[in-house]
Nanobody
Framework: QVQLVESGGGSVQSGGSLRLSCLTS????????MGWFRQAPGKEREGVAA???????YYAGSVRGRFTISHDNAKNTVYLQMNSLKPEDTAIYYC?????????????????WGQGTQVTVSS
């Protein structure tokens, strides 16, 4: 079965960087699109970035130019490199997987989820 385990969260000052990792098992990046989502306190979960197999990547407008999604096939791992972090990036970040190839920034498109990792950005 598909399993996703996030790591790499933590606390950082505004302007800093973090790299989140999502170790996957039970899937192939040839067949699955991967996404990163986040949920801040009192807010709905929102799509941050998505990677369609080995081709297109998608980003929310609020993070475009600052965040980069990638994966390493040999390590079965998906990454989210986050630069120029802002306090409004504070949230729990989730990794997700789907066989779908559309609407990849919508949480309803995903079937598998990790447990989340906390990111806190202080001003």
């Amino acid at each position: 079965q598909v399993q996703l385990v996030e790591s790499g969260g933590g606390s950082v000052q505004s302007g800093g960087s973090l790299r989140l990792s999502c170790l996957t098992s039970g899937l192939s990046f040839d067949d699955y699109a991967m996404g990163w989502f986040r949920q801040a306190p009192g807010k709905e979960r929102e799509g941050v970035a998505a990677l369609e197999s080995y081709s297109r990547s998608y980003y929310a407008g609020s993070v475009r130019g600052r965040f980069t999604i990638s994966h390493d096939n040999a390590k079965n791992t998906v990454y989210l490199q986050m630069n120029s972090l802002k306090p409004e990036d504070t949230a729990i970040y989730y990794c997700a997987a789907t066989r779908r190839k559309w609407w990849l920034l919508l949480q309803s498109s995903y079937d598998y989820w990790g447990q989340g990792t906390q990111v806190t950005v202080s001003s």
